[in-house]
């Protein structure tokens, strides 16, 4: 099982930007059944998670967030979705996708097994 995301860039405060995770090896019936998310990182700190959706679809947002991330997921594209709006400069990181949710705790980095590699998002003037 691999994932891959997309659509990291450079952009200013006040901007939108839509991040991509494909999931590959996995038949749709099994990603189905699991949870995805992301995650964000920044040089010395550690990983944070940033939105969860289950496998129906419910949602479950990090208080950072205040209503400018929306997470969805296509699962016949194999692919989840985080929408970002109101980007802020605190927003910049590496942005990770995880599947394979083992627990109870949407947002903890170790209930996740399988993570994608990170694509940068910078915001600045």
């Known amino acids: 099982v691999q994932l891959m995301e997309f659509g990291g860039d450079s952009v200013q405060p006040g901007s939108s930007l839509t991040l991509s995770c494909v999931v590959s090896?996995?038949?749709?019936?099994?990603?189905?059944?699991?949870?995805m998310a992301w995650f964000r990182q920044t040089p010395g700190k550690e990983r944070e998670g940033v939105a969860h959706i289950s496998k129906n679809g419910a949602t479950f947002y990090a208080d950072f967030v205040d209503g400018r991330f929306s997470i969805s997921r296509d699962d016949a594209k194999f692919t989840s979705y985080l929408l970002m709006t109101s980007l802020k400069h605190e927003d910049t990181a590496v942005y990770y996708c995880?599947?394979?949710?083992?627990?109870?705790?949407?947002?903890?980095?170790?209930?996740?097994?399988?993570w994608g590699q990170g694509t940068q998002v910078t915001v600045s003037v």
């Open positions: 090896g996995l038949t749709q019936y099994s990603l189905g059944k699991n949870s």
């Open positions: 995880a599947t394979v949710f083992k627990g109870s705790r949407p947002l903890a980095r170790d209930e996740y097994g399988i």
